[in-house]
């Protein structure tokens, strides 16, 4: 029993693992056969490689586009017909996030051969697939597409200049809405001083 995680680059989303039995004595063609069938949804159409095709081209003709340093040696047949691409997960690592998908080792994936020699080998042969193994199936197509929007994309915000926290500027009360002042305890309402006035009973 194995674990797949369809990934859908374009639209930055991992689903969750859906488990498959497999058996260890089918090819590996067929396994990809059965892949390809469960998964085909995450096939690109044609007509989406086409512009990609010819910004290609261009490329060829030694004008310098912007597929020049993203695609490398990719001819305009891996473009206009897609296929799933596999890769297993290492057991021991980071959690699966989308950017360790990005890092993982998919042009180095014995799962992604096209010879017929390794279509035809039985999965025992490939010692990464095992029991409980979690792999990631994607679009060849939306992997090109998704690397070379990573590579092509807006740089990020500069940061904000450090400087000296700014304090709060404290709320200035008018005067005009300051009332009259309480009067303290024992002095009369009016607020003015009183004299103390002494009187002697029996004057010598």
Known sequence: IIAVRPWRVLEVKLHAPTEIMI???QSLGSFRDMLTKRFHGLLQPPQVAAPQADELALDAAGTNGPLAATTGNVTDEALENDRLEIVTVPSVGPP?????????????SRLNADDAVSLDKPLSEYKEVRDGVTIIVRSKIAGLQGRQKSSSGAPPPPAKPKGAPV???PKVIPKAAVGPAAPRPGWPAGGGERGLVIRVAHPE
């Open 23 to 25: 058996n260890r004595t």
């Open 96 to 108: 699966l996030t989308l950017n360790r998908c990005e890092s993982l080792k998919w042009s180095e």
């Open 167 to 169: 304090r709060p500027v």
